[in-house]
């Protein structure tokens, strides 16, 4: 449900009548990096609310290729995909739930995906139906070849592995921990509010001593590069 501004007043409007017509226009499209997603080992995408609509099609973007190369047989630079979402309500997961769901059916050996509600109260860390991404790849290994020649746009939904936070998170402590996902090249992609966006840039600028001091980091990786890439909303 809209909060405020322009939106809110559309909903209103709609739930005093059954239809309206209004005159629309559009502009853009906006948004957009120079940098090839695929060129990287990790992506990690963080958005709050409608800041998904900057990062979802990152996630997208890199499934299908992911898809396409394995129908290829073709090799993939791209290893991890970490998606960060957070909300103020759960409700707000059925914005994208079929895209996400369809994201993590077709590659869900590559893909986390983390979403935290902030409003919600007393309820602790889970996974929605208490099954874990390791759980989803495996019945996906068994449909062997059938994986392969998966289409994002038909499979059947599966949220299983997608893990629901009630809680507020600390940014800080979603970059920090972001540490453990850092492979050779890695790009970071993020749009929401001014607070979080300006607490990823310092967190991004914190982890530029891991590239230039990565032979004393105690790492698995070297790692080459951390790129940023940030958006943001409003009108």
């Known amino acids: 449900m809209p909060m405020k501004g322009l939106t809110r007043k559309l909903y209103e409007e709609l739930?005093?009548?059954?239809a309206t017509k209004k005159k629309v226009f559009l502009?853009?499209?906006y948004g957009g990096s120079s940098r090839d997603p695929l060129s990287f080992?990790?992506?990690?995408?963080?958005?709050?609310?409608?800041?998904?609509?900057?990062?979802?099609p990152f996630l997208q973007f890199a499934v299908r290729s992911i898809v396409k190369h394995k129908e290829l047989s073709e090799y993939i630079v791209l290893k991890d995909i970490h998606f960060v979402w957070i909300i103020r309500s759960e409700e707000t997961i059925e914005w994208v739930r079929e895209e996400l769901d369809r994201a993590i059916q077709a590659a869900a050996e590559y893909v986390t995906i983390d979403i935290y509600i902030v409003n919600a109260q007393d309820k602790a860390?889970?996974?929605?139906?208490?099954?874990?991404?390791?759980?989803?790849?495996?019945e996906i290994t068994e449909k062997g070849s059938e994986t392969s020649s998966t289409n994002i746009d038909t499979?059947?939904?599966?949220?299983?592995?997608i893990n629901i936070h009630h809680e507020k998170p600390n940014i800080s402590q979603i970059m920090?921990?972001?540490?453990?996902?850092?492979?050779?090249?890695?790009?970071?992609?993020?749009c929401?509010?001014?607070?979080?966006?300006?607490?990823?840039?310092?967190?991004?600028?914190?982890?530029?001593?891991?590239?230039?001091n990565s032979d004393i980091h105690k790492s698995q990786h070297t790692i080459e590069e951390v790129f940023l890439h940030t958006e943001a909303f409003g009108w």
């Not at 609310?49 to 979802?56: F, K, P």
């Not at 499979?155 to 592995?161: C, D, G």
């Not at 920090?176 to 993020?190: A, D, G, T």
């Not at 966006?197 to 914190?206: D, L, W």
């Open 155 to 161: 499979v059947p939904l599966m949220t299983k592995s």
């Open 176 to 190: 920090e921990e972001s540490r453990r996902y850092l492979k050779r090249k890695n790009m970071i992609v993020s």
């Open 41 to 56: 080992d990790n992506l990690t995408m963080i958005s709050t609310g409608s800041g998904v609509t900057a990062t979802l």
């Open 192 to 212: 929401g509010s001014t607070s979080m966006r300006r607490e990823v840039c310092r967190s991004v600028a914190g982890l530029q001593s891991m590239v230039f």
């Open 27 to 29: 502009d853009g499209p």
């Open 15 to 18: 739930d005093e009548t059954i």
């Open 125 to 138: 860390i889970e996974s929605i139906g208490d099954r874990g991404k390791h759980e989803v790849i495996s």
